[in-house]
């Protein structure tokens, strides 16, 4: 008996090593950085996506007070978990640590998790790096404001239409004067007062 309970337990031991490695993978791995902290903003766990996110070790943070960051803008979605509730950030960040500008979108909610055998009543935040996405999304938007100024200037009717849906994409400013506000119309409809297709707004 005592031989049977012995080996029972030691699949058990080897069950849960299993599992453990598994969710710690898994844990480290996801493309999002978590950061696991108490109710008193003390920073209890992160996994290895947070700390590539900032660029920091696990020392750097561990047992750090989220209130003592150098960048209040995010402070508050952390406070929002102490009242109970869900928390959210999105914006220019200067991490504390290291003094890198990103941008970063921040989700924070209460959460309940054990950790070193202790049930800890606290929050999760769930970091996204958009730096990159941000700045590509600035450089498309600097050239369309630049090529809206280009056209804007020239003494002459400009549009751009979707070659597939004949939806009229983009009009200057001597276009709205000729014809008016169009933008999201069917060319043919637009301009010419058709109901279907004409050999003008074709595509070749």
């Given at each position: 008996?005592?031989?049977r309970l ?9 069950d ?11 844990y ?10 108490n ?17 920091i ?9 989220l ?5 209040k ?29 990103l ?8 959460f ?21 996405h ?11 404001d630049?090529?809206?100024?280009v056209?804007?200037?020239?003494n002459a ?47 070749k």
């Amino acid at each position: 008996e005592n031989s049977r309970l012995h080996k029972e337990l030691k699949f058990m031991k080897t069950d849960l090593k299993l599992l453990y490695k598994r969710y710690s993978e898994i844990y480290n791995s996801v493309p999002i950085g978590i950061l696991l902290f108490n109710s008193d903003l003390k920073v209890i766990d992160t996994n290895n996506t947070f700390l590539k996110i900032f660029n920091i070790e696990s020392s750097d943070i561990i047992n750090f007070n989220l209130a003592e960051i150098s960048d209040k803008r995010i402070l508050p979605s952390f406070l929002q978990v102490r009242k109970g509730f869900e928390g959210f950030y999105d914006g220019e960040y200067r991490t504390t640590f290291k003094n890198l500008d990103l941008y970063i979108s921040v989700h924070t909610k209460p959460f309940t998790f054990e950790y070193d055998d202790e049930i800890i009543r606290g929050g999760i935040a769930l970091f996204k790096d958009i730096t990159e996405h941000t700045l590509a999304e600035g450089a498309v938007n600097k050239s369309y404001d630049t090529f809206q100024r280009v056209t804007d200037n020239v003494n002459a009717v400009i549009y751009v239409i979707d070659p597939e849906s004949f939806r009229i994409l983009f009009m200057n400013t001597k276009a709205n004067e000729v014809f008016g506000e169009k933008v999201g119309d069917i060319c043919y409809q637009a301009f010419f007062g058709r109901t279907s297709q004409c050999e003008t707004c074709q595509v070749k």
